[in-house]
């Protein structure tokens, strides 16, 4: 874990430890507390040996995340798109520990939302926002790793293509102009939705805990049928990662 690190900071990538088979930063302010100091990150590791890598994203480290999540379809949402835009160009890839990836591109300057829904199981993770690297260790025992061809220490990140800066473009104006989330949430709103409203929560500064509790309440009253409580305590996670006010 420590030489993985200490790789990443080599490269410019602000590194911090999470608990051990764990999303859940080990430091006290955890993104914020990112470096790639060498000898901060030795003491971190020295600490805990077994403790899991996490990657600041952002302007800070150079870096975007194009996150794929297969349990919420992002897989069929990723081929979709790409069967329109055409292939992703190389550039560094990992797989998560939970049957993910995770595409990392060059930032494209400017400022960045934390993060973008662009469909359910799909998003773009950037400023303010971070991602679990390997080789950690996923809560369910699995370990994140880079796609051989695509290892990060051998392919520089591409830019972020065309298509999808669109996209980013188009979910902005769509944010800016969106209406109050439904009383009633189908099949295909759920997901989206409720992460809309942990984001609200997450911005004003409440814990993990209290916004599950939040989304518990409002899964049963607004979805039909309601989500698993895994899939909604999955969502309080996911928003809760960020920093307030994000």
């Known amino acids: ?10 490269h410019g990538w602000h590194t911090f430890p999470c ?28 600490q805990c040996r077994q403790a899991n890598v996490a990657i600041r994203l952002g302007a800070i480290s150079g870096i975007v995340a194009l996150d794929v999540d297969p349990r919420h379809r992002g897989d069929e949402q990723l081929a979709y798109l790409l069967q329109e835009h055409g292939r992703l160009p190389t550039t560094p890839h990992s797989m998560t520990g939970g049957g993910g990836h995770h595409f990392i591109f060059r930032h494209p300057g400017g ?23 390997p080789p950690s260790i996923h809560p ?10 695509e290892h990060f220490e051998d392919v520089v990140p591409a830019p972020l293509p ?3 800066r669109v996209m980013l473009r188009d979910r902005a104006r769509q944010e800016s102009q969106k209406p109050p989330v439904p009383e009633v949430l189908g099949e295909g709103q759920r997901n989206v939705n409720l992460a809309r409203l942990a984001g609200a929560m997450r911005r004003y500064g409440m814990c993990q805990e209290a916004i599950t ?9 607004r979805c039909i049928p309601p989500l698993d409580a895994e899939e ?5 996670h996911s928003i809760s990662r960020y920093e307030p006010g994000k």
């Open 19 to 46: 608990r051990p088979r764990s999303k859940e930063p080990l430091t006290l302010h955890g993104l914020n507390d990112a470096t790639t100091e060498p000898g901060t990150i030795r003491d971190w590791w020295d």
């Open 1 to 10: 874990m420590l030489e993985e690190a200490l790789s990443y900071s080599f």
């Open 213 to 221: 509790a939040a989304l518990a309440i409002e899964n049963e009253r």
């Open 111 to 133: 400022k960045l939302k934390a993060m973008t829904l662009l469909g359910d199981g799909l998003e773009l993770r950037a400023d303010g926002a971070y991602i679990v690297a």
């Open 232 to 236: 909604v305590l999955a969502i309080a």
């Open 140 to 149: 369910n025992g699995n370990a994140y790793a880079w796609e051989a061809s």
């Open 162 to 164: 065309a298509w999808l």
